[in-house]
């Protein structure tokens, strides 16, 4: 009997949890071995993705937990400017604000967008 497909979240959600094994390094961190050995056959990606996505995460251990801190952030900046704006609040407009300011440190992100979009 065949396992049955994965939904697109299931996979998404697997492959963030083989990314946190690969930076806590139980399978090796030597970008070589056993951490790229386990990740490529069950990342639910092609194996080329799975071999950059491990380096990625060895020489950079802290990218996910400042993605994951800016996304967080983000949210609360757009939950804020859609209670502050209403119904006249523009998902758009918002999205188009965020990106018009390029890359900022947090602090600067939130200076920006505390006022109205």
Request: proline share 6%; with cysteine.
């Amino acid at each position: 009997m065949e396992d049955p497909p994965l939904s697109a979240r299931s996979t998404r959600r697997m492959t963030k949890c083989r990314r946190r094994t690969a930076r806590a390094g139980w399978y090796g961190t030597d970008g070589q071995g056993a951490n790229r050995r386990f990740r490529a056959p069950h990342a639910g990606v092609p194996s080329v993705d799975a071999v950059i996505e491990t380096d990625r995460y060895i020489t950079m251990p802290g990218q996910a937990l400042s993605y994951k801190i800016g996304q967080f952030e983000i949210e609360r900046q757009r939950a804020a400017a859609s209670e502050r704006g209403g119904a006249a609040f523009s998902l758009a407009a918002f999205h188009d604000r965020l990106l018009s300011l390029g890359s900022l440190p947090l602090t600067a992100l939130r200076r920006e967008l505390d006022g109205p979009t």
